[in-house]
């Protein structure tokens, strides 16, 4: 069992920021990332990044917005969030899997799932 537990989530001001951090209970991860849920929509991938973090994904609707990235001694992922805009608002997620796979964008891709964090944009 692998426990993700996040931090960061928030409410800023539509072009303001915010840093997303989820820190795994385990070394024994491979690739980390984040997606989120607004209400009534479904689960949506944001970014991966490789257990090196030489690799990183981003959802289209973040692309040139967010960055992630990780510490490995930490084992933690950090998702930077600049530029933010009311649709950016929803639970965010972290996610971890502890299997080798060359897909991201799907949430049958991993296997462990943090509680969530809310991030709220206001206009």
């Known amino acids: 069992q692998v426990q993700l537990v996040e931090s960061g989530g928030g409410l800023v001001q539509a072009g303001g920021s915010l840093r997303l951090s989820c820190a795994a209970a385990?070394?024994?991860?491979?690739?980390m990332g984040w997606f989120r849920q607004a209400p009534g929509k479904e689960r949506e991938f944001v970014a991966a990044?490789?257990?090196?973090?030489?690799?990183?994904y981003y959802g289209d609707s973040v692309k040139g917005r967010f960055t992630i990235s990780r510490d490995n001694a930490k084992n933690t992922v950090y998702l930077q969030m600049d530029n933010l805009k009311p649709e950016d608002t929803a639970v965010h997620y972290c996610v971890t899997r502890t299997f080798y796979s060359g897909s991201y964008q799907h949430t049958g891709d991993w296997n462990y799932w943090g509680q969530g964090t809310q991030v709220t944009v206001s206009s």
């Open positions: 385990t070394s024994k991860t491979y690739a």
């Open positions: 990044i490789s257990w090196s973090g030489n690799y990183t």
